[in-house]
């Protein structure tokens, strides 16, 4: 090996080392410090028991158990998969414009979509 060719080998193990190791994780999402409180500022107000959108759908967002039992149609979250969950849906705008939630409120903030994202991303556990 000569002079000219170590210097390339040592950038090429270093640029190999750089993917090595472990991919960086996301902290766990809490769904009683971070999902509920977003759920229950921007949409209680309808999706409470009695209230006009729970009434229409059947979809209760008091707590962990109703959101996880859905609507009168089914399940609103698929635990590990946001991209198959009308919740994570309708509060990205990724549905039809009548559904999108919430209704006649400010849309959700990208960092409130992104946390609704990752918790279910992450399993929608009762944290």
């Not at 849309?107 to 990752?118: C, D, N």
């Given at each position: 090996?000569?002079?000219?060719?170590?210097?390339?080998?040592?950038?090429?193990?270093?640029?190999?080392?750089?993917?090595?190791?472990?991919?960086?994780?996301?902290?766990?999402?809490?769904?009683?410090?971070?999902?509920?409180?977003?759920?229950?500022?921007?949409?209680?107000?309808?999706?409470?028991?009695?209230?006009?959108?729970?009434?229409?759908?059947?979809l209760v967002l008091a707590d962990?158990?109703?959101?996880?039992?859905?609507?009168?149609?089914?399940?609103?979250?698929?635990?590990?998969?946001?991209?198959?969950?009308?919740?994570?849906?309708?509060?990205?705008?990724?549905?039809?414009?009548?559904?999108?939630?919430?209704?006649?409120?400010?849309?959700l903030s990208e960092q409130q979509?992104?946390?609704?994202?990752?918790?279910?991303?992450?399993?929608?556990?009762?944290?």
């Amino acid at each position: 090996m000569n002079n000219k060719t170590l210097p390339l080998l040592s950038l090429t193990m270093a640029v190999g080392l750089v993917g090595c190791g472990s991919e960086p994780t996301t902290s766990s999402v809490s769904f009683s410090q971070e999902v509920k409180p977003i759920l229950e500022q921007n949409c209680s107000d309808c999706h409470q028991s009695g209230g006009k959108g729970a009434e229409k759908s059947g979809l209760v967002l008091a707590d962990h158990g109703a959101i996880m039992e859905g609507t009168r149609l089914g399940p609103v979250v698929q635990p590990g998969s946001a991209i198959s969950s009308t919740l994570y849906l309708a509060v990205a705008g990724k549905t039809h414009p009548t559904i999108q939630m919430p209704h006649g409120k400010q849309k959700l903030s990208e960092q409130q979509v992104a946390t609704i994202e990752t918790w279910i991303d992450q399993g929608a556990r009762n944290n």
